[in-house]
């Protein structure tokens, strides 16, 4: 099945042909709106405003979509145009990751959040966004596609080509988009089971880090590269970056494991404060 669009405004008029809702951006507005229901619940949970998840998901996208379209720019567009910035191709995916979180985690510490406690809370959030977002690569075709299959190989049964895709390929291809999306709502799911396991705040998204990091790193090796440089080793800046994140995923268990402050409390359930009485209702009482 690939619908690279799911409206064209040329089908009302050609003065609409500029007019296009494509089915990646459909599916990465389900993955946001998705993750702003469930981090709504966990938060409750948790004794936390749930009011909170509507900016974590408003600047999850700002800097998810601002950082993934200047690490295109910066890093793999043959050269740089301002036009780019503005256009609806080219978005790195480390590019958003890494800007989003740090935007995030600085509203965390601006609000004095407890960090260790609201990163388990997005956690299983961060692999169902992803996972939307591959399912929108895997329904538009838009390129993100594997390395040709050998004819011979047995893994050719996974093979696929994306003829009617924004990209289209008549070459029979390994659906990578798809094998990421499978790995991550998995993981999404177990995240979600075992997400109040854990008697120290952090683990949880430690254990993120370092399962989609492994999964990213060798699912890059049969991806087209795409015009993307190697850095190092034959690695490029993918690789590189989910070696990144399993890396800081295992010091963080170690962190967390050894250390935490005493104002955290136990499985980052935080002590439950009274609702604000309305002031109508305070007036009343007064009398």
Not at 67 to 81: D, I
Not at 239 to 260: D, E, P, S, Y
């Amino acid at each position: 099945f690939m619908l690279p669009y799911v409206f064209l405004g040329e089908w009302i008029s050609p003065k609409l042909a500029w007019l296009k809702i494509g089915s990646y951006g459909v599916n990465m507005a389900l993955g946001f709106l998705t993750g702003l229901w469930l981090l709504g619940r966990e938060l409750r949970r948790r004794n936390i405003p749930a009011a909170y998840a509507e900016t974590v998901v408003f600047l999850a996208i700002i800097g998810g979509v601002v950082g993934a379209k200047l690490a295109y720019v910066l890093t793999e567009a043959e050269h740089f145009s301002w036009t780019e910035l503005i256009s609806g191709s080219g978005l790195t995916w480390h590019g958003g990751l890494i800007l989003a979180a740090g935007m995030v985690i600085g509203w965390f510490i601006y609000k004095k959040l407890p960090i260790p406690v609201m990163l388990d809370a997005v956690a299983p959030m961060l692999a169902s966004g992803y996972a939307f977002g591959r399912v929108g690569c895997q329904i538009s075709g838009d390129g993100c596609y594997g390395l040709p299959c050998s004819p011979d190989a047995f893994d050719k049964i996974f093979c696929m080509a994306y003829p009617n895709g924004i990209v289209p390929t008549n070459t029979e291809v390994h659906p990578t988009p798809l094998y990421e999306a499978f790995v991550n709502f998995v993981l999404f799911g177990v995240l979600w089971k075992i997400r109040g396991k854990f008697k120290n705040p952090g683990i949880l998204f430690s254990i993120y880090l370092i399962v989609s990091g492994f999964s990213r790193f060798f699912i890059e090796f049969i991806r087209r590269a795409d015009g993307r440089p190697d850095r190092f080793l034959g690695l490029r800046d993918a690789h590189l970056v989910a070696l990144g994140q399993v890396v800081l995923g295992l010091l963080l268990v170690w962190i967390f494991t050894k250390f935490r402050s005493s104002k955290i409390p136990d499985y980052g359930i935080m002590p439950a404060t009274p609702e604000p009485v309305p002031a109508k209702v305070q007036r009343k009482r007064k009398k």
